[in-house]
């Protein structure tokens, strides 16, 4: 019982920690830009790529956190590299705000320059 208690409060910080780590290499810039310079050092390349992708970082930012959270076989190590990817993925979607199309009333007069305009809340 304690030992499944312990891999859960694990998980759960391992969770956190694969979002939180995510978050910042793909959307922030960092303490002094640093990691804005890092991102651009990538370019449009896969390092690039996989640093603009928060869903593609996230799969390899769990890789690493998945030996803190278990080691006890390679299919329960498959298995929480998997779900540590999807809660960030989860939690980057609870997290992000909220986007609205505006789309023109029937037989209203359009506005110029405003079609499928995304604003934010």
Known sequence: MAAEF????RFAL??????RIT????HEDGPGNVIYRLRSLGGAGFW???LDCFYC??????ALLTPLVTTRS???????WLALSGA???LERATAPSIH??????GAEEQPGREGVFQED
Request: charged content about 10%; hydrophobic content about 65%.
């Open 6 to 9: 312990a891999f859960c409060i």
């Open 14 to 19: 391992a969770s956190l920690a694969a979002w």
């Open 23 to 26: 978050h910042l290499l793909a």
């Open 48 to 50: 690039g790529r996989l």
């Open 57 to 62: 970082l996230s799969i390899w930012i769990a």
């Open 74 to 80: 390679a299919t329960d190590g498959v298995l929480v």
């Open 88 to 90: 960030a993925c989860l």
């Open 101 to 106: 199309v505006e789309r023109p009333q029937a």
